[in-house]
Each structure stands twice: as C-alpha cells, then as structure tokens.
C-alpha cells in the first residue's frame, strides 16, 4: 500500500513528470487510503485560538531574559507564578496566577524565511503549512469543519470573530468544501452597545415563508443538472441549508449577543473590545461551535489617538507609554501603543486570564483545546528606533484545556531569546497537536481536486509533552 502523498515542489513535479497522477486519482487505492485511518474521538471537542496577530514579543512576556546583554533587556521585570521556577514578565500579571493551567511553548520557530512577514506568517499559522507551495492549503479551521462538521447546526463550523483586521484575510478555503469556509462575524468595535452581527436577521419585508418557497423553488431548480452530485455543488448546497438554519433558528442571533452577559462576566473580561471578543469566543465555544478564532486587535478611538493599527508590530519605540508615534520612528510600527500599555497587554493579560477562569468554572476547558498564538517573535536586539522586528528564530506560544498539562514551560531559548535551544517546535508542529488533539489520524489523507491525498501536517509532529 503507498503511503499518502506528502505535498511538496519536488515531489509535484516529479509525480507529474512521470505520469504517476493516475494512482491518486484511483477512488479504490483512495478508499482504501482512508479506510485503514480512521478518526477517533479526542480529548478536545471544540478549539479556541486566540490569534494575537503582529508578532508579540516573546522577550517582554512568555518568555523573560533578565541575563540579556542591557541593551536589548526588557524594563519589564520577570514575576513569579504560582507554578514554583515558571517566570513571566510584570506585563502578565493577572496570567500569571493561572500558570498552573497553561503550558508554555518557547522553542516555536520557523525553519524557513518565507513567512518572516506578516501575510504569510498568518497563513502559516492559520494552516500549518509554509505558504507558497503548489496547491493553496485551506485553514486548520476549514479542516476541522470538513471532517468532524459542528455539534451546533444553526451556527458556521468555522467561525472568526471579528475577522476585519488587515491579516484577516490571509485565512484560506484552500481545496476544501464551500460550507467549510470561515464565518467572520465583522464588527469594529465590539465593546459598543448593542453590537451585533449584520446578516443573521431576517429581512421583514421577506419573511419566513417567502423564503422558505424560494428556497423550495431553488432545489427544484438544481434537480437534473448535470453536476449537481459534484462536490462543490454539495458543498454549495451544505452552505445554503446552513444559511438557511442560521437565519431562522432564534439561537443564532443569541449565541453572538454579549448583552446576555451579567455585568460581573463583561467587568472581568474588560470592557474593551478585546475583552468582548475572548467573552465572544467563549460564548461560541458555548454554543458547541466547533472551531473558533479570535482575530482581535483594538480599534482606533478617541481614547487611542495615533492608534491606527493596534497590532503587535513594534518596530518603532515599544516601551512607549503611549503611542509609538514619536519623533525618530521609522514608520514601519506607526499606529501602535506601547506593549506595556492597556491597549496592549494590559487588556490581554486581563482577558486571558478571565477566559481560562471562566472556561474552567463552566467545565468548558475540560473538552475544548485553547490556544494563545502569533505568528512570530521580535528580534532579541532593539534596533535605532528603539523598537523590535520580524524574528522567526524563537518565539512562544501557550496552550490550556482539553488535557494539557498544567505549569509546565515546553523547550527553551537561548540567553537573548534569540534561537531555540531545546524542544524545537514549528507551526506544522503546532497544527499536528490540534488535529491529534481531536482525534483526527494524521495518516488519514484530505483530498486534492485531482484527487491526491494530502496528509494533514505532512512536515508536522505533535507536540508530545501536551499529550
């Protein structure tokens, strides 16, 4: 039996080259591919990742380096937890007291430059695969509604909230069905009154039978074509029925209104809109959403001035106090705050440390995997505008629920934060753990149009000390 194609340039070409495409598309050697894997229930039900998208410093948060050279020292000083020997910096305080639920990942790196910047650093976290090969590879998110689908019929399998931030679209369908697509609920600012998702209402002037005759009158209509038994055409007519559920099942408007929320819940997350969106996050996984994504970085308002683009891309003057607009900035990190300010971990160590909180008083963490990712570091050297840049050479990611060992720190890197010296981990790693983490078998193939396997994280291993 031939193992399941590993996708890569080489092997492309070389497949092509001697004809060999006729074995993949055989649906027998197909059948039998998969037959002999199958998935099995894993320890996570649903997923939450929390997307901190810029490149957060890992030097000033997960992972301090008090015995760096002083230029490049972080002001923020490493604190205890309450995990004895397990450090972070004074930025995550809050966090810090909910280390015995976390395991702390800090040999993430990449093994390639091709995604040192943010587009394609986003994709390869969004995917677990470096970008840019020959065939485009669908979210992680697509994969998991493609082959596990929801508990929750009336919502998205795949939902990203809010999904409007510049790297937002980097998410991917890849090959994969229609109705896996990502759902991304939009909004601002969500910590506005009243917010709400736009298009789950019913148009009035429409109604509820009217539609469903159209909907009728639409199925007939597909009745004889040619290519209805395709599958596109069944992931089109998946999607529709979804829609369909969504804009008529009263649950769907619910499970998105945080008004439904206690004041207590809302405080302790904090009311900004990156508190409202892990509460979001939480409320979905609630609703038995399978896979979730919080995209979340804080809009421009009259309380940010200069704060066009609150992400984690501190080029310029990180340790200000406010914005990163000063005199002396390069431009490549305008429209930041400061890492030490409320716009930035303040509002993050808060929210984190809520949601893992909440999640575990609801039972939700005993069956739902979190994960706290971004899709690189920052350079262990402050350049001259006093900021830190793209760095792929170390970075940390964090892990909770469904399993995962509490109050343990995963590898290490070097005295500067600057390359992994044990446990080394990539994002195809990180990948490889969510699937296994929900009891997909990494050996079971997903399907190319031309109908080649394609393994799932073909570079990729679990990261074993989560298990």
């Known amino acids: ?25 055989n649906p ?78 800090r ?44 508990d929750c019929r009336y919502l998205s ?9 510049e790297q937002a679209k980097e998410s991917r369908l890849g090959f994969m069905p229609y109705d896996t697509q990502v759902f991304k609920t939009g909004g601002r600012d969500l910590s506005e009154p009243g917010w709400k998702v736009p298009g789950l209402a019913l148009n009035k002037a429409i109604g509820e039978s009217r539609l469903r005759n159209r909907l009728n009158l639409l199925g007939n209509l597909d009745i004889g074509l040619p290519n209805n038994h395709s599958r596109k055409a069944q992931g089109w007519q998946q999607a529709i029925q979804q829609a369909e559920e969504s804009l008529l099942n009263p649950k769907s408007k619910i499970a998105f209104d945080l008004e439904q929320e206690s004041d207590q819940i809302r405080d302790a997350y904090g009311r900004g809109h990156r508190g409202q969106c892990y509460l979001l996050g939480r409320r979905l996984i609630e609703q038995e959403v399978r896979f979730v994504t919080i995209d979340v970085r804080e809009p421009l308002t009259s309380k940010t001035p200069g704060g066009t683009n609150l992400n984690w891309d501190h080029h310029d003057f990180i340790y200000a106090t406010g914005t990163c607009n000063l005199p002396g900035a390069g431009g490549g990190g305008r429209g930041r705050y400061g890492i030490g300010t409320w716009w930035m971990m303040g509002s993050v160590d808060q929210a984190y440390a809520a949601l893992i909180n909440d999640m575990d008083d609801r039972g939700l963490l ?24 793209h760095w792929t050479g170390a970075y940390s990611i964090v892990m909770a629920g469904a399993g995962v060992p509490g109050g343990q720190v995963i590898g290490a890197s070097d005295r500067q934060g600057g390359y992994v010296t044990q446990s080394a981990y990539t994002p195809d790693d990180y990948a490889a753990t969510v699937y296994r983490k929900l009891g997909l078998n990494l050996e079971k193939p997903l399907r190319a149009p031309d109908g080649r396997p394609i393994l799932l994280a073909a570079n990729g291993n679990p990261i074993r000390e989560v298990f």
Not at 10 to 23: E, P, Q, V
Not at 43 to 66: C, F, Y
Not at 115 to 139: F, I, R
Not at 367 to 376: M, N, R
């Open 1 to 25: 039996m031939p193992r399941p194609y590993r996708l890569g340039r080489r092997n492309f070409i070389g497949i092509g080259m001697a004809g060999g495409l006729s074995l993949f598309n």
């Open 28 to 105: 027998d050697t197909l059948t039998a591919l998969e037959g002999q894997h199958r998935d099995r229930p894993g320890r996570a039900k649903n997923v939450l990742v929390i997307l901190e998208q810029g490149g957060m410093s890992h030097t000033d948060t997960w992972d301090p380096k008090p015995d760096t050279l002083v230029a490049q020292l972080s002001p923020y000083k490493p604190i205890s937890t309450t995990v004895p020997g397990m450090h972070f910096t004074e930025l995550l305080p809050h966090t810090s007291k909910i280390a015995d639920k976390l395991s702390v990942i």
């Open 107 to 150: 040999s993430m790196h990449h093994t390639t430059g091709i995604a040192n910047g943010h587009p394609k650093g986003t994709q390869y976290t969004l995917s677990g695969h470096v970008p840019g090969g020959p065939l485009e590879m669908p979210d992680i998110g697509s994969v998991v509604a493609h082959r596990m689908s929801s």
């Open 157 to 165: 399998p795949y939902i990203m909230a809010p999904g409007n931030s």
């Open 366 to 389: 005993e069956d739902t995997l979190v994960c706290f990712v971004t899709e690189f570091g920052r350079t262990p050297k402050l350049n001259k505008a006093q900021g830190r840049d």
